[in-house]
């Protein structure tokens, strides 16, 4: 995996430069030579965040009936009020 770095101007004036480069790896952006933005391909942000799917979905899917899923409580006393003084 190759990362390039690029400033904003050179960006800018060249984005599909940017986009050649992000087929080898992460393009990191600067502003001001510090790093500001990453460009990825969507395959690979994808691979980084998952699928995207919450409990609740993966637990709609068909044939999930017959799981059992019993979370614990956590009862009383665990959530309180912050103290603002």
Do not use: W
Not at 35 to 52: F, I, K, M, N
Not at 56 to 76: N, V, Y
Request: aromatic share 8%; charged share 25%; hydrophobic share 30%.
């Amino acid at each position: 995996m190759t990362i390039t770095t690029l400033s904003s101007r050179e960006f800018n004036q060249d984005v599909s430069h940017a986009k050649r480069a992000a087929d080898a790896g992460p393009v990191v952006i600067t502003d001001r030579g510090r790093p500001a933005y990453v460009l990825l391909r969507h395959d690979a942000y994808r691979r980084l965040t998952g699928d995207g799917q919450c409990i609740r979905q993966l637990l709609d899917q068909p044939g999930t009936e017959t799981i059992e899923f019993d979370p614990p409580s956590f009862g009383t006393g665990v959530f309180r009020s912050p103290d603002l003084s």
